[in-house]
Protein backbone atom coordinates (compact mmCIF):
# COMPACT_ATOMS: atom_id res chain seq x y z
CA UNK A 1 0.00 0.00 0.00
CA UNK A 2 2.86 2.17 0.67
CA UNK A 3 3.99 1.47 -2.76
CA UNK A 4 1.03 2.47 -4.28
CA UNK A 5 0.52 5.45 -2.15
CA UNK A 6 4.33 6.26 -3.39
CA UNK A 7 3.62 5.94 -6.91
CA UNK A 8 0.57 7.77 -6.38
CA UNK A 9 2.29 10.67 -4.78
CA UNK A 10 5.00 10.35 -7.63
CA UNK A 11 2.55 10.03 -10.29
CA UNK A 12 1.20 13.67 -9.04
CA UNK A 13 4.46 15.36 -8.68
CA UNK A 14 5.18 14.14 -11.95
CA UNK A 15 1.66 15.62 -13.40
CA UNK A 16 2.22 18.87 -11.35
CA UNK A 17 5.61 19.05 -12.71
CA UNK A 18 4.24 18.53 -16.36
CA UNK A 19 1.45 21.10 -15.36
CA UNK A 20 4.11 23.65 -14.29
CA UNK A 21 6.25 22.87 -17.29
CA UNK A 22 3.71 23.50 -19.60
CA UNK A 23 2.50 26.60 -17.83
CA UNK A 24 6.20 28.00 -17.81
CA UNK A 25 6.26 26.90 -21.33
CA UNK A 26 2.47 29.14 -22.36
CA UNK A 27 3.90 31.83 -20.45
CA UNK A 28 7.04 31.92 -22.23
CA UNK A 29 5.36 32.07 -25.45
CA UNK A 30 2.85 34.65 -24.28
CA UNK A 31 6.17 36.95 -23.08
CA UNK A 32 8.09 36.35 -26.67
CA UNK A 33 4.24 37.31 -28.07
CA UNK A 34 4.53 40.66 -26.06
CA UNK A 35 8.39 40.78 -26.97
CA UNK A 36 7.37 40.41 -30.96
CA UNK A 37 4.58 43.18 -30.74
CA UNK A 38 7.04 45.53 -28.95
CA UNK A 39 9.67 45.54 -30.99
CA UNK A 40 7.44 45.46 -34.11
CA UNK A 41 5.90 48.71 -33.01
CA UNK A 42 9.13 49.89 -32.27
CA UNK A 43 10.21 49.03 -36.03
CA UNK A 44 7.23 50.99 -37.20
CA UNK A 45 8.06 53.96 -35.41
CA UNK A 46 11.51 54.68 -36.79
CA UNK A 47 13.26 56.74 -33.77
CA UNK A 48 13.72 60.70 -33.63
CA UNK A 49 17.37 61.73 -35.36
CA UNK A 50 18.16 64.34 -33.41
CA UNK A 51 18.93 66.80 -36.45
CA UNK A 52 15.22 66.00 -36.93
CA UNK A 53 14.33 67.09 -33.61
CA UNK A 54 16.70 70.42 -34.16
CA UNK A 55 14.74 71.54 -37.45
CA UNK A 56 11.22 70.86 -36.45
CA UNK A 57 12.24 73.06 -32.99
CA UNK A 58 13.77 75.86 -35.60
CA UNK A 59 10.67 75.15 -37.96
CA UNK A 60 8.50 76.17 -35.13
CA UNK A 61 10.58 79.30 -33.63
CA UNK A 62 10.12 80.81 -37.12
CA UNK A 63 6.87 80.32 -37.83
CA UNK A 64 6.60 81.83 -34.33
CA UNK A 65 8.76 84.75 -35.43
CA UNK A 66 6.73 85.36 -38.41
CA UNK A 67 3.83 85.62 -36.30
CA UNK A 68 5.53 88.37 -33.83
CA UNK A 69 6.45 90.38 -36.90
CA UNK A 70 3.16 90.58 -38.46
CA UNK A 71 1.90 91.65 -35.62
CA UNK A 72 4.73 94.07 -35.12
CA UNK A 73 3.83 95.35 -39.04
CA UNK A 74 0.37 95.51 -38.25
CA UNK A 75 0.67 97.43 -34.92
CA UNK A 76 3.59 99.85 -36.79
CA UNK A 77 1.11 100.76 -40.06
CA UNK A 78 -1.70 101.32 -36.92
CA UNK A 79 0.70 103.63 -35.23
CA UNK A 80 1.85 105.46 -38.26
CA UNK A 81 -1.85 106.50 -39.35
CA UNK A 82 -3.01 107.46 -36.07
CA UNK A 83 0.40 110.12 -35.65
CA UNK A 84 -0.22 111.10 -39.41
CA UNK A 85 -3.34 112.02 -38.16
CA UNK A 86 -2.81 113.70 -35.28
CA UNK A 87 0.02 115.70 -37.51
CA UNK A 88 -3.02 116.75 -39.78
CA UNK A 89 -5.02 117.22 -37.30
CA UNK A 90 -2.59 119.77 -36.01
CA UNK A 91 -1.61 121.71 -39.14
CA UNK A 92 -5.23 121.95 -40.00
CA UNK A 93 -6.02 123.51 -36.90
CA UNK A 94 -3.29 125.97 -37.14
CA UNK A 95 -4.59 127.51 -40.58
CA UNK A 96 -8.31 127.46 -39.35
CA UNK A 97 -7.48 130.72 -38.15
CA UNK A 98 -5.94 132.21 -41.49
CA UNK A 99 -9.39 130.89 -43.08
CA UNK A 100 -11.99 132.27 -41.01
CA UNK A 101 -10.20 135.33 -41.26
CA UNK A 102 -9.74 134.83 -45.26
CA UNK A 103 -13.76 134.25 -45.36
CA UNK A 104 -14.36 137.66 -43.13
CA UNK A 105 -11.75 139.50 -45.71
CA UNK A 106 -14.18 138.29 -49.11
CA UNK A 107 -17.14 139.74 -47.01
CA UNK A 108 -15.45 142.61 -46.54
CA UNK A 109 -14.94 143.05 -50.49
CA UNK A 110 -18.29 142.57 -51.27
CA UNK A 111 -19.50 145.06 -49.35
CA UNK A 112 -16.78 147.23 -50.62
CA UNK A 113 -16.75 148.73 -47.75
CA UNK A 114 -12.98 150.47 -47.34
CA UNK A 115 -10.61 149.05 -49.56
CA UNK A 116 -7.24 150.34 -47.05
CA UNK A 117 -9.58 148.11 -44.47
CA UNK A 118 -9.18 145.30 -47.23
CA UNK A 119 -5.50 145.96 -47.16
CA UNK A 120 -4.47 145.85 -43.75
CA UNK A 121 -6.95 142.83 -43.38
CA UNK A 122 -5.01 140.92 -45.75
CA UNK A 123 -1.57 142.19 -44.23
CA UNK A 124 -2.88 140.79 -41.09
CA UNK A 125 -3.87 137.34 -42.57
CA UNK A 126 -0.57 137.27 -44.58
CA UNK A 127 1.39 137.93 -40.78
CA UNK A 128 -0.72 134.82 -39.43
CA UNK A 129 0.36 132.41 -42.55
CA UNK A 130 4.02 133.73 -41.17
CA UNK A 131 3.37 133.22 -37.51
CA UNK A 132 1.54 129.67 -38.72
CA UNK A 133 4.50 128.35 -40.53
CA UNK A 134 7.13 129.94 -37.68
CA UNK A 135 5.27 127.25 -35.31
CA UNK A 136 5.54 124.56 -37.46
CA UNK A 137 9.30 125.66 -38.16
CA UNK A 138 8.73 125.88 -41.71
CA UNK A 139 11.08 128.81 -43.23
CA UNK A 140 11.19 130.54 -46.26
CA UNK A 141 14.38 129.43 -48.60
CA UNK A 142 16.54 132.84 -48.97
CA UNK A 143 17.17 132.86 -52.86
CA UNK A 144 17.05 136.29 -53.95
CA UNK A 145 20.59 137.38 -54.78
CA UNK A 146 22.00 133.59 -52.88
CA UNK A 147 24.62 131.67 -55.25
CA UNK A 148 22.14 128.61 -57.09
CA UNK A 149 22.07 125.92 -55.33
CA UNK A 150 20.27 122.92 -57.44
CA UNK A 151 19.22 121.39 -54.23
CA UNK A 152 16.97 124.17 -52.71
CA UNK A 153 16.28 126.08 -55.80
CA UNK A 154 14.57 125.26 -59.27
CA UNK A 155 15.93 127.18 -62.50
CA UNK A 156 13.38 127.89 -64.56
CA UNK A 157 15.00 130.64 -66.86
CA UNK A 158 18.74 132.19 -67.20
CA UNK A 159 18.82 135.44 -67.16
CA UNK A 160 22.00 137.98 -68.50
CA UNK A 161 23.09 140.58 -65.94
CA UNK A 162 26.75 142.22 -66.07
CA UNK A 163 26.59 143.51 -63.11
CA UNK A 164 25.93 139.74 -61.06
CA UNK A 165 28.30 137.06 -61.08
CA UNK A 166 27.44 133.68 -62.43
CA UNK A 167 25.14 132.02 -60.88
CA UNK A 168 23.47 134.25 -58.77
CA UNK A 169 19.95 133.87 -58.74
CA UNK A 170 18.30 137.60 -59.88
CA UNK A 171 14.86 136.93 -59.69
CA UNK A 172 12.07 134.60 -57.47
CA UNK A 173 9.51 133.48 -59.25
CA UNK A 174 7.98 131.63 -56.77
CA UNK A 175 9.17 131.48 -53.29
CA UNK A 176 10.36 128.11 -51.50
CA UNK A 177 10.12 126.33 -48.40
CA UNK A 178 11.81 123.78 -46.32
CA UNK A 179 10.80 121.89 -42.73
CA UNK A 180 14.46 121.31 -41.14
CA UNK A 181 16.84 120.18 -43.80
CA UNK A 182 14.00 119.06 -45.78
CA UNK A 183 13.00 120.73 -48.53
CA UNK A 184 9.10 121.01 -49.10
CA UNK A 185 8.80 123.21 -52.29
CA UNK A 186 12.19 124.67 -54.12
CA UNK A 187 12.47 128.37 -54.77
CA UNK A 188 11.96 128.36 -59.21
CA UNK A 189 14.37 130.99 -60.00
CA UNK A 190 15.36 132.98 -62.90
CA UNK A 191 19.62 132.34 -62.52
CA UNK A 192 22.22 134.63 -63.75
CA UNK A 193 25.26 133.73 -66.40
CA UNK A 194 27.52 136.69 -68.26
CA UNK A 195 28.66 134.28 -70.84
Not at 5 to 31: S, Y
Amino acid sequence: MQDNEMKEKKAEQKAAEAKAAEQETAEAAEAEKAEDAKNAEEAAEPEVDPKDAKIEELQNRLLRLQADFENFRRRTNIEKEQLSTFVTANVVGKFLKVLDNFERAEASVEKGDNVDAVVDGMKKIRRQFEDAFKDLKVEEIEAQNAKFDPNIHEAVMRGHNPELDDEIVDMVFEKGYKLGDKVIRHSKVRVNTNE
